[in-house]
């Protein structure tokens, strides 16, 4: 890879700083962002350009209140009616957009949330993402677990009751190949019930090898659909290239995957163009892969090391409800995350609303859910996280929470047959 050479590297050598500058300083010393890397499969999908065509259009600020009260009015949420309560002129009628969204999640989901924990197996990165924790010039303790490790800390987040799992890495090949990530499929297909990848977009038949290895459904975080701005806060690696991530949802789909995840990292760019983007991706998607089970997380960025070099744009609470009850409105049947970014108070709330799924026992370190999880400390080496969360509560007080809400916490409801 093409800056191997710094991944393990606690501190930077002249040569590798002076080129972490120079891709920071001249955007003419950086790789286009849109053109493909050798052995990335093109798929030619209509998708990308349905999206965009729709996102770079969209004119939040001509919205009235007259717009927002026919959308709300309607039966069915059509794309104008979805742009209307994005738009500022909807936050007037939050709390009839919440009433709402409330309506459509009893509707299709009852009165279930359900939960799930990541699992972090290794941070090493080749990207330089400069809003990331893992990225490849941060001086983070970086570590991959081997599968005995993997397997125990599989062991401990069983034990606690949890069937569904989250497994993570850094994006790199290198150091968490294919293979590697799906050795430790098989782990969690011994242990879980559903079990769910986060990590660099593969091509088509590395996802069906993923699939056969016992993944179920893919995340991946398109991060902002603005490929602009995407530029300038993806400096060197494989993300680079947003078209190759964009379209790997529908390569997974392709691939077997029973189901696919889409976010945008709210702060990043225009929240509600992104918002938008997320939501028209799984929609557009949703017509021409009608069996596939999609679902939208809902993440704000959240402090995170070297944060100093970006700006982020501010996404209040009050934003971020009016996001997922739009969401809930203009796609009911589909399944919403809300991160443990979120606090405690705000997660509660926004599952008896809108949110479907939440995670619990959560941490975003590796190695290090035996301590966490048992009160055990131990001497193990642990890897450092990729960012700060709010809600770290654990499994068993998250199950405990959502059903003094009221709600039924579910942990799988899958057969296999």
């Known amino acids: 890879m093409e800056n191997q050479f710094f991944v393990d590297s606690q501190y930077l050598t002249p040569a590798a700083l002076e080129k972490k500058h120079r891709l920071e300083t001249d955007p003419s010393s950086r790789k286009n962002h849109m053109e493909y890397l050798p052995g990335m499969e093109i798929i030619e999908s209509d998708v990308c350009r349905q999206v965009l065509t729709q996102m770079e259009s969209f004119d939040y600020s001509v919205y009235t209140a007259r717009d927002v009260r026919t959308a709300l009015d309607h039966e069915t949420c059509s794309v104008e009616d979805f ?3 994005l738009s500022p002129a909807a936050e007037p009628f939050l709390e009839e957009m ?21 699992l972090y ?5 080749e990207n330089y993402c400069v809003y990331c924790g893992f990225n490849c010039y941060n001086h983070i303790s970086r570590m991959k677990l081997n599968m005995e490790q993997i397997e ?10 949890m069937e569904e799992i989250l497994i993570l890495t850094g994006e ?19 242990y879980f019930r559903m079990v769910g990848l986060e ?33 300038t806060l993806h400096l060197l690696g ?7 991530r964009f379209d790997a949802q529908e390569r997974a789909l392709r691939g077997g995957m029973r189901g696919v995840a889409f976010s945008a990292l709210l702060g990043l760019s225009d929240f509600r163009k992104d918002a938008l983007a997320s939501a028209l991706h799984v929609y557009y998607l949703q017509r021409k892969y009608p069996h596939a089970e999609m679902s939208l997380s809902c993440p704000r960025l959240r402090p995170i090391i070297n944060n100093d070099k970006i700006n982020p744009l501010d996404v209040g609470e009050k934003q971020l409800c009016q996001i997922l009850c739009a969401y809930r409105i203009f796609l009911p049947f589909v399944g919403i995350t809300v991160s443990s970014r979120e606090s405690a108070a705000f997660r509660n709330g926004i599952v008896k609303i809108a949110a479907t799924k939440v995670s619990a ?6 190695g290090d859910h035996e301590s966490k999880y048992t009160g055990k400390e131990d001497d193990a080496v642990k890897g450092d996280e990729q960012f700060e969360i709010d809600d770290d509560r654990s499994f068993e007080t998250m199950y405990k929470d959502m059903s003094g809400e009221g709600l039924q916490p579910v942990l799988n409801d899958y057969v296999y047959v």
Not at 361 to 366: A, Q
């Open 83 to 85: 742009k209307a309560l």
């Open 98 to 118: 919440a009433q709402k969204a409330r309506l459509e999640t009893s509707k299709h989901f009852g009165n279930t949330v359900y939960l799930f924990t990541p």
């Open 121 to 125: 197996i290794a941070n090493y990165c």
């Open 152 to 161: 125990h800390e599989m062991q401990v987040i069983a034990d606690s009751g």
């Open 172 to 190: 790199s090949r290198g150091q968490s190949d294919v293979q590697y990530i799906g050795e430790a499929c098989k782990l969690a297909r011994k």
């Open 199 to 231: 990590i660099y977009p593969v091509n088509t038949d590395e996802y069906r090898y993923l699939h056969e290895c016992g993944a179920d459904y893919v995340t991946v975080f398109q991060e902002t659909y603005d490929a602009d701005k995407y530029e």
């Open 238 to 244: 494989h993300k680079r290239v947003w078209p190759y």
């Open 361 to 366: 026992g959560v941490s975003t370190g590796i």
